[in-house]
Each structure stands twice: as structure tokens, then as C-alpha cells.
């Protein structure tokens, strides 16, 4: 599979880019539209518009309900019960909307930065240094070649004496 922005090939379907960074669906494997998208910057955004919907509707059916009963002397427990619950949900759902958008932006600084790794790695390469002239050294070969024949047998010792 070859990549549609930057033309890398030997890339995996339903995965990112290895040069660039950006998301290769399965064309083939397609069955129509997923609910929040096909990738997972949809998705990612899907799950941020419900994160904040949902934390908007409890926080504004929390209040409706302290509004309405709030020091009537009519109202039951349950009322506030249901208010503070709603208020856990409203609480709940904005830490998710702030933990979503931390992702957002880290995924979207990791893509930049992938991005700049592929023009980098498209500039043709110069060498910094030239070779290295090796022809004053002497070769590893000729230095420890019969090294053993040079020593002399060390003399026998008599273990007898004490």
C-alpha cells in the first residue's frame, strides 16, 4: 500500500504513515461510514463534541433542578439527589473534554514533528567529512601474526624442592 500524501510504499492499512504520519484507512475492508469517522482524528473529535454536549446538558439540568426546588419546602430528597448526581456527570464529562483536547494537541504536535522528520529525510544527503586516508597505519593483521612463536619456553621447574 503507498501512502496518498508522500508516496511511501510497503505501508499497513488502518495505521499511520511510517514517513509522514498521516492515517491510511482499509479501502478494501470499507462498510460504510462509522459513527465518529474513519480516523482517529475523527474520532477524536466526535468524542470531544459529545464530551462537551453531554457535560453542558448535565450542568443545565443540574441547575433546572436546584432552580425549580431549590427552597420550596414541597421538594424531596431525591430532587437534590438527581441535581448532585447530574453535577458529578456535568464533572465527569468536562475532565474527559479537557483530557481529549491534551490529546488533540499531542497528537497533532507528534504528526508536525513526523512531518518535518519526512522533509528532512527527503533532502539528499551530503557528507560532512571525507574519507579517512588509512594508509599510514599499520594493518591489525600484520601485528598479532605469530605473535606466539616469539616467546621462549619457560623453563621446567622442579616442584619437589621445599
Known amino acids: 500500500m503507498y501512502c496518498s500524501t508522500c508516496g511511501a510504499d510497503s505501508q499497513t492499512s488502518n495505521a499511520f504513515c511510517k514517513r509522514c504520519g498521516e492515517w491510511l484507512p482499509d479501502i478494501k475492508g470499507r462498510r460504510g461510514i462509522a459513527f465518529g469517522g474513519e480516523t482517529p482524528q475523527q474520532n477524536l473529535f466526535t468524542g470531544l463534541f459529545m464530551s462537551a454536549l453531554s457535560s453542558m446538558a448535565a ?56 512531518q518535518c522528520v519526512a522533509k528532512m529525510d527527503a533532502r539528499p544527503s551530503t557528507p560532512a567529512l571525507k574519507s579517512a586516508d588509512m594508509s599510514a597505519f599499520v594493518e591489525p593483521s600484520l601485528v598479532t601474526e605469530n605473535t606466539t612463536s616469539l616467546f621462549e619456553r619457560a623453563p621446567a621447574r622442579n616442584r619437589d624442592t621445599r
Open 59 to 114: 450542568l443545565v439540568s443540574a441547575i433546572a433542578l436546584y432552580a425549580t426546588h431549590l427552597g420550596s419546602g414541597d421538594a424531596k430528597w431525591s430532587v437534590y439527589f438527581a441535581a448532585a448526581v447530574c453535577l458529578c456527570i456535568a464533572g465527569w464529562q468536562a475532565s474527559s473534554f479537557v483530557v481529549g483536547l491534551k490529546l488533540q494537541r499531542r497528537l497533532k504536535r507528534s504528526r508536525q514533528v513526523s
